[in-house]
């Protein structure tokens, strides 16, 4: 079935770096645009950023922009984020989605993965 | 970018109808098709269940019905049943420099 599963997640100190994965399965990944989502406790989602299908196009959260860099592999299947810089605020569940269609101009999510937990503390 | 506004909480007994509105501007809601609503179980992954303001992924109940008036969008719940409470979360494209808003979340309780 399709799927996205996330990794990589812990804690980490304010200023560090960390690097978050997402393996997709039973769909044809290279197709796909693909995005990270994150939902801080207690908050709300928050988009964070996206990549084309193949990878040529990325667009950031302002929130995130000049420390968060995405990425993807087609020949593996992956798709990652490197974390940098970061901050007590970016403390949150981290989401990895899949556009919901293949193909340019779409703008849902479908389907998300179950997510995995940053936690910046000192 | 600030969120897209939608009401705290929203209630209602099994079998009864709700409407959980999303607020947004001409820039993002107002400007484009491309609302989608997600359903949220706590612990769970976020779920599909309308995309581009009306439609209907495979699988989820015709229950659930979107619309949009201007910088307005809602997502409707009839015959709502227990498994319905979740939080429901609304997202747009944007023209602002972030590309996508999400919504700051309903919670719908089943009395």
């Known amino acids: 079935q399709v799927q996205v599963v996330e990794s990589g997640g812990g804690v980490v100190q304010p200023g560090r770096s960390l690097r978050l994965s997402c393996a997709a399965s039973?769909?044809?990944?290279?197709?796909?645009?693909m995005h990270w989502v994150r939902q801080a406790p207690g908050r709300g989602l928050e988009w964070v950023t996206v990549i084309s299908s193949d990878g040529g196009h990325k667009y950031y959260a302002d929130s995130v922009k000049g420390r968060f860099t995405i990425s993807r592999d087609n020949s593996k299947n992956t798709l990652d984020l490197q974390m940098d810089s970061l901050r007590d605020e970016d403390t949150a569940v981290y989401y990895c989605a899949r556009a919901g269609a293949s193909g340019v101009g779409v703008r849902y999510f479908d389907p998300w993965g179950q997510g995995t937990l940053v936690t910046v503390s000192s | 970018q600030s969120a897209l506004t939608q009401p705290a909480s929203v209630s209602g007994s099994p079998g009864q109808s709700i409407t959980i509105s999303c607020t947004g501007t001409s820039s993002d809601v107002g400007a484009y098709d491309s609302v989608s609503w997600y359903q949220k179980h706590p612990g769970k992954a976020p779920k599909l269940i309308i995309y581009?303001?009306?439609n209907r992924p495979s699988g989820v109940p015709d229950r659930f019905s979107g619309s949009k008036s201007g910088n307005t969008a809602s997502l409707t719940i009839s015959g709502l049943q227990a498994e319905d409470e979740a939080d429901y979360y609304c997202?747009?494209?944007?023209?602002?420099?972030?590309?996508?808003?999400f919504g700051s979340g309903a919670k719908v309780t089943v009395l």
């Open positions: 581009e303001v009306t």
């Open positions: 997202s747009s494209y944007t023209t602002g420099s972030t590309s996508y808003v």
């Open positions: 039973g769909f044809t990944f290279r197709t796909y645009a």
